[in-house]
């Protein structure tokens, strides 16, 4: 029944909605850190927004009955991987500082659900091995660019922590690169026992 909804046409364009929004609304939380990068960067500066823009077009493509299998493996390992990173760097900074406000809690929030999404969603998902290579390239490739040469998000109060973070973010990458393995992998072993 709640797979039923949750693949509904109405929902879906809910969905796409919503993550749309937080599109829009995370490119815009990046303007200021944008404007002091240089642009060979800008398209590895905002990671969140544009993992949910990964998933917003695998959703068009849900919506009109094709599977964009680049975007949806893109869009599962950086939801997972971007979700979770803000999480752990909002507590962290929570930590350091004792207090967060509103907006740290609504980011906590909002960047769980995106993680949540990208798993409930896994069902939908039809990306090859190939994909997989493709956005593990991407990932790795993402990082290097944020920890060597020092274009990650910036938290004023934890950049003190930066190379414990780039190690930490660095096997988050390589947890979530396992987990779309592992989507791929029992996709195929189900299409063989249905066959």
Known sequence: MAWLILTHKSFLWILLFV?????????????WQ????????????PDSPTASLF????????????NFKLFEVLALITLVKYGLWAVV????TLNEVGEIGWQGWMLIGSHFAMAVQAILY??????EFKHIVIAAIWTMHNDV???VFGQMPIYYDIMKHMSKIGYFTFWLS?????LAYV????????KAVIA
């Open 19 to 31: 993550n749309i929004f937080g599109t829009v609304y995370g490119y815009d939380w990046y303007m």
């Open 89 to 92: 760097m909002n507590l962290l």
């Open 174 to 178: 390589i947890a979530c690169i396992l």
């Open 183 to 190: 989507v791929w992998k029992f996709r195929i072993k189900r």
């Open 122 to 127: 896994s069902g939908m998902y039809k990306f």
């Open 34 to 45: 944008l404007k002091i990068t240089d642009p060979i960067f800008w398209i590895f500066v």
């Open 55 to 66: 998933f917003s077009l695998a959703i068009i493509g849900w919506l009109i009955g094709k």
């Open 145 to 147: 660019i944020d920890y």
